[in-house]
């Protein structure tokens, strides 16, 4: 495969490439013994992979945040509905591990150039928002719950889940998708 990317880089043949330019770099070193030098092979570096197109980011985007965005749905519901603290626990403990899962999967994901920006706002984000679903996950009164619900949802990403939408010609956001 090296020979044939030497090849196909040069005017040269491929048996006037001498040997050692097709053999991986190497890193001499010292052995305890003076008299013997060992070379190990240098670590290759990994290729990052292609970006996606619009139209699998706008795919892949919209399965990475649906199940954050129905299990914030849910917790809404069931503070608005009164439920007990107990099952307020439950469903922020569930947004939480979305949004946790959300976040690897935005950072893991390669995205078009003019997405990074506003992925990396969201990222960024949903960092910080995670600090209050797991406080609100936690919480023992419904009174601090809601409090940390509140606090999370200032970090909501929303200029740039806008931007984000936009430049995949997606649709605004609409709760009622995910109710």
């Known amino acids: 495969m090296i020979a044939t990317l030497v090849a ?19 890193t001499t070193v010292a052995s305890p013994d003076p008299r013997v030098e060992t070379e190990t092979p240098s670590p290759q570096a990994t290729p990052s992979p292609a970006p996606l197109s619009v139209d699998q980011a706008a795919r892949r985007y919209l399965g990475i945040v649906r199940p954050y965005n129905i299990a ?47 992925v990396g706002q969201l990222e960024a984000e949903s960092l910080t928002a995670q600090r209050h679903w797991l406080l609100a996950a936690r919480a023992r009164t419904r009174d601090t719950l809601i409090q940390e619900v509140l606090n999370a949802a200032r970090h909501d990403g929303k200029p740039a889940v806008g931007k984000i939408r936009a430049l995949l010609h997606l649709e605004q956001y609409d709760e009622e998708d995910y109710s």
């Open 8 to 26: 196909g880089c040069s005017s040269d043949p491929v048996d006037a490439v001498p040997a050692a330019a097709l053999a991986p770099p190497t």
């Open 72 to 118: 914030l749905e849910r917790l809404e519901q069931a503070i608005n509905g009164g439920q007990p603290v107990t099952v307020l626990r439950r469903r922020a403990a569930q947004v939480a591990t979305a949004n946790k899962t959300q976040i690897r999967h935005l950072t893991d994901t390669a995205w078009p150039r003019a997405l990074r920006g506003p």
